[in-house]
């Protein structure tokens, strides 16, 4: 049985009407799921600027006499590589590191940043190379024993700060350190491992 244009007005209402509405409907949801989205980061982002240092908050004032708060520079990032056994291996840096608490994420920030690292390890050397832009030689402290290197920069405009384990014990007092256009190189050669020396034996 065929309806007539006349009694199809009814069923061509009724999905029009319907599709609007489911439309509608989910357009209100993503209004809602955004909204909820924006106050958690709102949140978030309070949390972090609470939390920060004092020397990473400042205030200035501009030509119009408006006053206004900054903070940072807040830093965050990773280098990832497929090390010599074929697992990845994932290194961050900055000064912002995740730290969940009582299982909610969280993070801690620092005022001195963690430079990028990449370290590499030949027969002969560790080689570790780390980018510390914006820094004077002079301003490069290093310290090392056969197991770690310790890179640090203390000024008031850039701070860097870290502690690397190296994967093999290293010899300190040969260590090679060049800096230039902000990248660190520094090569340890390995430490030999002197073989105890015997005594002979007697049979009696």
Not at 77 to 95: A, D, L
Not at 138 to 164: C, F, M, N, Q
């Amino acid at each position: 049985m065929c309806l007539s244009d006349e009694e199809d007005w009814f069923p061509r209402w009724f999905r029009r009407r319907w599709w609007l509405l489911t439309t509608r409907s989910l357009f209100d949801d993503f209004d809602e799921y955004f909204r909820q989205m924006y106050r958690y980061m709102q949140r978030e982002f309070e949390a972090i600027f609470k939390n920060a240092p004092t020397n990473l908050r400042r205030s200035r004032v501009l030509p119009d006499g408006t006053r206004i708060d900054e903070w940072g520079p807040f830093v965050y990032g990773y280098s990832m590589k497929i090390g010599p056994e074929g697992k990845p291996e994932i290194r961050e840096f900055g000064n912002i590191k995740p730290q969940p608490k009582l299982g909610k994420a969280g993070v801690s920030i620092k005022e001195e940043r963690e430079p990028l690292i990449d370290i590499a390890l030949t027969n002969d050397e560790v080689r570790v190379v780390a980018e510390l832009p914006g820094v004077e030689k002079s301003d490069i402290k290093l310290h090392g024993t056969e197991d770690t290197l310790t890179i640090s920069v203390d000024k008031a405009e850039r701070k860097y700060y870290k502690e690397i384990e190296l994967p093999r014990k290293a010899d300190v007092r040969q260590a090679k350190p060049t800096y230039k256009n902000g990248v660190l190189e520094v090569c340890l050669p390995i430490k030999k491992e002197e073989k105890p020396k015997g005594e002979p034996i007697k049979i009696d």
